[in-house]
């Protein structure tokens, strides 16, 4: 059922401002113990006291969801994400907010992630995760809606993760094994230091069999936190390096799936398809306190830079590489990335305001090689070089947010954010260029004004609601301007970034033992990239029109009895194409797209679900089990029919799930803890999609979820 109160078009002639802002850092928790929240924030605030809908997952449900690996673990509690694993380590997690997002074929498009205010979202709005250091962080705030424009290029979320404060001196050990070959080890120390300083050490070092052929993984993640806090001045300086090689056990057809979920597409045996991740990056936070003397309060200045190197052999024919535009079978690429970031918060008055400038870049050195050698042929190896380029984009930005009170019990928050993304290739392959393979370099430019606003009304202690309202803007990524549809091939100069307006109406409940949050919402978009063709290696895209998103989320927390503590979360989502447009089918397009089929008006955009579920209920009897302290939970996840191409012509049913934990702590005297985890997943063993490679040129479309699987994890901490 449509819901009439979101129709977006009145209340956004009426909203004509709006907002931006950058993270922030905050440890603090008021007297309720609910935890404050400093994304899409001027300052720190609690969840209830923030006018847009936002959660945050504490380090303990962190542990108690995984292996702390991947962050689909614990993302099914919070209502409007779906964060998919796709069971393969080549590639990343399939996530999406609201429908943002949902396109990706590979990384995360449509979202903005930081890790500790470090975008993990280059500035073409490409972005992955698999560098989170989940074992570290303290929490993770995950904001919806109309507010995540205000984080520049993206239109659907912003996910942040927070790493723990140095607080005492501790060493971790840490162990974790489980089903289909998994074993972890982890382990560090954080002490504090004399002078103010501070300092966080952790290493983890991960291998996984997989439940497929040709899954198997290795990743090796290295932290470094230093800290020093002065009289007026805070510094703290991160580094990180990310190690990971992975096999690509590819998507399934309907009849593969259908005839063996465990089974591996034999073109990823054939060419032994596998990827190689290299990620190193360095940042530094420098806050400055003036104190309450004058209007300006403080200062902040972040900066940061990385390389990131990605080697990935694929199974593209050979055949499909006799194009002589074809860019072979193996990427091969080296990114240097960094940016800067300037804040002041002043206060004037009882308003809040921040002020602020960014600027980042990134550079790819790009390679495109055969995945084959002939004489004799031998397949899944690096052959001769078939692209060769230099990719740049950069991104600049200015932003300004305000926080006011207008009476007692109402708050008025807005902003506006305006940037440009600058995006150029420099085509070096051939040379000299040939009519067969022309040049492909060229260049684009896409500004944006990303305004936004929002009203809360507390019209009781325990009561909140709130109205709020944004424009967005979502530029393409370079990967996706890589290819057009033309004869002569080249720069996809004719896309265009998408638009959208968005509003949200949400409201927040809280009573001793009991919260609940409740959000509508809206985005209509125009301008939506999608896919034309995806064949050969080659992904084209283009804008297809208009979009409508329309849906509620609802969360909540009943601490039923002393012991007794049920959460659940509630989405539903309608996400459908306004406009018709033409799309190639997959077995009909040659190497240059043409198009062939038509996408009816109407049609749900691909990806995405109409509902997804989550519940838990947990049991801590007495504070024992069998004489250990410990907690008992059983877990619920249900996930809708998802659509897996724009013709709605395939999908992956919907399913549920159930697993179940234990968790438990022990003391060792009075320096030592023991924790302990041990979960079974998919407890009743039940055969399903995990997720889908969308518009797959190859009908491919199907991931394959994990089987019956078990966990087991120690974790052992020492204090100095």
């Known amino acids: ?87 393969n380590y080549a ?78 001196a501790q060493t971790e050990l840490a162990l974790d094994a489980g089903s289909f070959g998994l074993r972890q080890g982890r382990v560090s120390v954080a002490t504090p230091l004399s002078g103010g300083f501070d300092v966080r050490a952790s290493y983890a070092d991960t291998d996984i069999e997989g439940f497929r052929p040709q899954s198997a993984a290795h990743r090796s993640l290295a932290n470094v936190r230093l800290g020093w806090t002065g009289d007026a001045d805070t510094v703290t300086v991160l580094l990180s390096d990310h190690n ?41 936070n420098w806050r400055h306190s003036f104190g309450d003397a004058g209007p300006l309060r403080e200062s902040q200045l972040t900066a940061y830079s990385g390389s990131r190197g990605v080697t990935q052999w694929q199974s593209i024919t050979t055949a499909a590489q006799i194009n002589p535009k074809s860019g072979g079978g193996v990427v091969d690429f080296d990114r240097t990335y960094s940016g800067v970031e300037g804040k002041l918060t002043l206060r004037l008055g009882d308003t809040d305001v921040v002020l602020g400038l960014n600027r980042e870049t990134l550079r790819d050195d790009r390679q495109g090689y055969e995945n084959f050698t002939t004489s004799p042929q031998v397949l899944g190896v690096t052959g001769k070089l078939r692209r060769n380029e230099i990719n740049t984009a950069t991104t600049t930005e200015g932003f300004v947010q305000a926080r006011a009170p207008l009476a007692p019990g109402w708050d008025l928050t807005g902003g506006l954010r305006s940037g440009r993304v600058e995006m150029k290739t420099q085509d070096h392959f051939p040379v000299p260029f040939t009519a067969s393979n022309p040049d492909d370099s060229g260049q684009l430019g896409y500004s944006y004004l990303n305004p936004a606003l929002a009203l809360r009304w507390s019209p009781a202690p325990a009561l909140a609601v709130h109205l709020s309202a944004a424009r967005g803007f979502e530029s393409p990524t370079l990967g996706e301007l ?43 978009t125009a301008n939506e990239i999608g896919v034309l063709s995806n064949t050969g290696g080659r992904s084209i895209f283009q804008n297809v029109g208009r979009t409508r998103r329309y849906g509620a989320e609802l969360s909540g927390l009943w601490r039923v009895a002393p012991g007794w503590r049920l959460q ?27 198009p062939k089929v038509t996408v009816a008006a109407g049609n749900r955009i691909s990806g995405t679900q109409r509902a997804t579920g989550w519940a838990e209920a947990a049991w801590r009897p007495g504070q024992t089990l069998s004489g250990v302290p410990g907690e008992v939970a059983l877990e619920w996840r249900a996930v809708a029919r998802t659509l897996a191409n724009d013709t709605n012509t395939a999908a992956a049913a919907g399913y549920g799930l159930a697993n179940l934990r234990w968790s438990g702590s022990l003391p060792l005297g009075s320096l030592d803890t023991l924790e302990a985890l041990a979960r079974v997943e998919n407890l009743f063993g039940r055969a399903y999609v995990g997720s889908v490679i969308v518009n797959d040129g190859n009908q491919r479309f199907y991931e394959p979820g994990a089987p019956r699987s078990g966990l087991v994890s120690l974790r052992w901490l020492h204090r100095w």
């Open 91 to 168: 590639q990343d997690l399939q996530i999406s907010s609201r429908g943002f997002g949902a396109r990706a074929a590979f990384g995360v498009r449509g979202l903005r992630l930081y890790a500790d205010g470090i975008p993990a979202t280059m500035p073409d709005g490409q972005g992955q995760v698999a560098h989170f250091d989940l074992a570290g962080a303290q929490r993770i705030e995950v904001l919806r809606g109309p507010f995540s424009v205000l984080y520049g290029n993206s239109s659907g979320g912003v996910i942040a993760l927070f790493s723990a404060p140095v607080k005492q």
């Open 244 to 284: 990971q090689r992975a096999d690509d056990p590819l998507g399934l057809t309907a009849a593969q799936f259908n005839a063996d979920p465990r089974q591996t597409t034999p073109e990823a045996l054939a060419f032994d398809t596998r990827k190689t991740i290299r990620q190193s990056q360095a940042g530094i």
């Open 568 to 594: 659940a979360a509630l989405s539903v989502l309608h996400a459908e194409y306004l406009d018709s447009f033409q799309t190639c089918a997959a077995a009909a397009c040659p190497s240059v797209a043409v």
């Open 482 to 524: 890589a290819y057009n549809s033309s004869t002569a091939g080249g720069f996809n100069t004719t896309l265009q970034g998408q638009t959208s307006r968005q509003i949200e109406l949400g409201a927040k409940w809280r009573q001793p033992g009991f919260e609940l949050d409740a959000a509508l919402f809206n985005a209509d």
């Open 1 to 87: 059922m449509k819901l009439s109160i979101l129709a977006p078009q009145p209340l956004a002639l009426a909203l004509a401002c709006w907002l931006a802002w950058p993270l922030q850092a905050a440890q603090a928790q008021e007297s309720t113990g609910e935890v404050v929240v400093v994304t899409g924030s001027a300052r720190g605030q609690r969840v209830f006291d923030a006018p847009f809908a936002i959660t945050a997952i504490d380090a303990s449900a962190l542990r108690d969801a995984g292996a702390l690996i991947n962050l689909s673990e614990a993302m099914a509690r919070v209502p409007g994400l779906v964060v998919s694993n796709r069971n």
